[in-house]
């Protein structure tokens, strides 16, 4: 299981489809004293891996502290970053403090469409920079892109690349509309291209060693199987059945794209949100509807559960860009 906690709200970027609408610094922010209470939850709640991201996370003073403290409760931390701040010290400090990975985006192989999207010159450079200095402090790290229409003919040089700076894996994310994304909803991809770029994808994974993975795209697990390609993975979609994630101020939903309230860590302890909330027990019974209810890959692919609640409004719907329909695939 792993969780995600946006430690911060705080970001030196203003990325075009940032879901948590991330700048400034939220006011009412967990304090360290918090963070490391939140900490101790996590792990009593059976969770192994941590996710520290934001906004971006290394704009917290406490951040090597908190990574720090995760690792000596038996979490294994990595960070989620933009990669502009890992210089050669810090990536050192990172990997000192017990961070185990870093993810770094990056969303085109061309510096100017990269910043463009991240509306800040010289993101692009600073996010290759940071991951030279992972690599060079032995920190491993991967490369996290965002698709959209005008970057889906970049993934396969995107991969390419990563391999050339040493990621151990390029995760290519399927955007949701949620936070800022809502903006740019029409540039998301839809059904057709949907499911030709997780082709795409699973046939380059036999091309290289790194891992890749298509993520807010649970049909790759469906699509894996189909083509024969053996994954480390057992389930496409996480949300409220092994994943969830918490805003900076504590509140907990079942995942960063399905903006459900669960419950404020303040109120209620961590462990007890995860285990008795109504929506994550709903969510565990996979009982969806439409065509995700009666598909033969539910239990390894469960659609997205946000993207469902985004389009019809409920979060046990069918999954509206997937292609699959009871054995045969068709249009929606």
């Known amino acids: 299981m792993l969780v995600s906690w946006n430690t911060t709200n705080a970001c030196n970027l203003y990325c075009k489809h940032c879901y948590r609408d991330s700048g400034a610094r939220a006011e ?12 101790n939850e996590i792990a009593a709640a059976g969770f192994k891996i941590m996710i520290f991201s934001g906004g971006e996370p290394l704009m917290r003073d406490d951040i090597f502290h908190l990574l720090n403290h995760a690792h000596t409760m038996g979490l294994r931390p990595v960070l989620g970053s933009n990669g502009t701040l890992i210089t050669p010290e810090t990536a050192r400090k990172l990997k000192a403090a017990g961070a185990m990975a870093v993810g770094v985006s990056l969303d085109s192989a061309d510096p100017g469409r990269h910043d463009q999207f991240r509306a800040s010159p010289g993101a692009w450079q600073g996010a290759v920079d940071g991951m030279r200095a992972c690599r060079e402090a032995g920190l491993p790290f991967q490369v996290h892109t965002t698709v959209m229409e005008w970057n889906s003919g970049e993934i396969e040089t995107l991969t390419g690349l990563s391999v050339e700076l040493g990621a151990r894996g390029h995760h290519v994310f399927f955007m949701v509309p949620t936070g800022r994304a809502v903006d740019i909803e029409a540039e998301t991809l839809r059904a057709r291209e949907y499911e030709a770029l997780i082709k795409r994808i699973i046939e380059k994974q036999k091309q290289v060693d790194i ?11 469906r699509i894996a199987s189909q083509l024969g390609v053996k994954m480390r993975f057992s389930r496409g979609c996480l949300a409220g059945t092994a994943y969830c994630i918490i805003s900076p101020k504590g509140q907990v939903q ?21 285990r008795e909330n109504e929506v994550l027990q709903r969510l565990r019974t996979m009982d ?45």
């Not at 891992?211 to 697990?221: G, R, Y």
């Not at 459900?260 to 303040?266: C, F, K, Q, S, Y």
């Not at 439409?290 to 999954?319: L, P, S, V």
Request: glycine residues 12%.
């Open 28 to 39: 009412e922010e967990l304090n360290t004293a918090e963070g490391v209470a939140l900490i």
């Open 288 to 332: 969806y509807s439409g065509g995700c209810g009666a598909c033969g890959y539910k239990k390894i692919c469960g659609g997205c559960r946000a993207r469902a609640y985004f389009y019809h409004g409920d979060y046990m719907a069918a999954e509206p860009w997937c292609l699959y329909r009871e054995g045969k695939e068709t249009a929606p």
């Open 254 to 274: 079942p995942c960063a794209y399905l903006d459900i309230p669960l419950g404020n860590v303040r109120d209620m302890p961590f462990s007890r949100i995860w």
């Open 211 to 221: 891992e890749l993975k298509p993520t807010c795209a649970p049909q790759f697990m």
